[in-house]
């Protein structure tokens, strides 16, 4: 039989991603050795080549504050007095599948640092040097990170990723599915939500021998 795993559509640079990732971290732990987990970059805005407006940057205010309303996860607001930022997600994606190349139990831990460093301590995170040295504090070899991180087969897997979730019709990030290759996937969210909300209905799923309806 395959392996009984999540799978998590998420991006880094998602701020509702942000907001889950204490609920994906806590959900990876109480299943763990019961349900592996594979993390798929999702490229929310990977790309990307216009600097943020003002618009922009109000839109991102008022959904920064309904997350940290939401999850109590913090933000630092400072962000977005940043000039002619450019809000590309594809650095941030391909240094979570550089960690998963290279430590693979760690891509979901590092893919939370990440996020951390960008919504709570404004760091730039489309900077490859800046995401290099979050990787170091994060125990990362830095010029070894840096090799993996520049090389074509990392970029082409981040963009595998990328078109792993538009086939399968994901747009909205998170979204988590469980499950396995053999006997399919049940939705576990399509959005963010608290963890008490998914907990107990995962449990009951998985009592009852984790049933699925196989698509196609």
């Given at each position: 039989?395959?392996?009984?795993?999540?799978?998590?559509?998420?991006?880094?640079?998602?701020?509702?991603?942000?907001?889950?990732?204490?609920?994906?971290?806590?959900?990876?732990?109480?299943?763990?050795?019961?349900?592996?987990?594979?993390?798929?970059?999702?490229?929310?805005?990977?790309?990307?080549?216009?600097?943020?407006?003002?618009?922009?940057?109000?839109?991102?205010?008022?959904?920064?504050?309904?997350?940290?309303?939401?999850s109590?996860?913090?933000?630092?607001?400072?962000?977005?007095?940043?000039?002619?930022?450019?809000?590309?997600?594809?650095?941030?994606?391909?240094?979570?599948?550089?960690?998963?190349?290279?430590?693979?139990?760690?891509?979901?831990?590092?893919?939370?640092?990440?996020?951390?460093?960008?919504?709570?301590?404004?760091?730039?995170?489309?900077?490859?040097?800046?995401?290099?040295?979050?990787?170091?504090?994060?125990?990362?070899?830095?010029?070894?990170?840096?090799?993996?991180?520049?090389?074509?087969?990392?970029?082409?897997?981040?963009?595998?990723?990328?078109?792993?979730?538009?086939?399968l019709?994901?747009?909205?990030?998170?979204?988590?599915?469980?499950?396995?290759?053999?006997?399919?996937?049940?939705?576990v969210?399509?959005?963010?939500?608290?963890?008490e909300?998914?907990?107990?209905?995962?449990?009951?799923?998985?009592?009852?021998?984790?049933?699925?309806?196989?698509?196609?």
């Amino acid at each position: 039989m395959s392996e009984q795993r999540f799978v998590y559509f998420a991006d880094p640079m998602c701020s509702w991603c942000y907001g889950f990732s204490p609920v994906i971290a806590e959900l990876a732990e109480r299943f763990e050795g019961r349900l592996g987990l594979h993390v798929v970059m999702g490229g929310l805005r990977a790309g990307n080549t216009a600097p943020m407006r003002d618009e922009d940057k109000a839109y991102m205010r008022d959904a920064w504050t309904r997350v940290g309303a939401a999850s109590g996860q913090p933000f630092d607001f400072s962000f977005l007095d940043r000039e002619a930022f450019v809000y590309d997600t594809e650095p941030a994606c391909r240094a979570v599948v550089t960690a998963r190349r290279l430590l693979p139990r760690l891509a979901l831990p590092f893919m939370s640092r990440i996020a951390q460093a960008f919504y709570a301590e404004n760091r730039d995170m489309t900077s490859a040097e800046e995401i290099a040295a979050v990787a170091e504090e994060a125990g990362f070899d830095r010029e070894q990170f840096g090799d993996a991180f520049r090389a074509a087969d990392t970029r082409n897997e981040t963009f595998r990723d990328f078109l792993a979730a538009q086939e399968l019709g994901i747009r909205g990030f998170p979204t988590l599915i469980a499950g396995s290759e053999e006997k399919g996937y049940a939705l576990v969210t399509n959005g963010y939500r608290p963890l008490e909300d998914v907990l107990d209905p995962l449990e009951r799923w998985w009592a009852a021998g984790a049933p699925v309806t196989k698509a196609g």
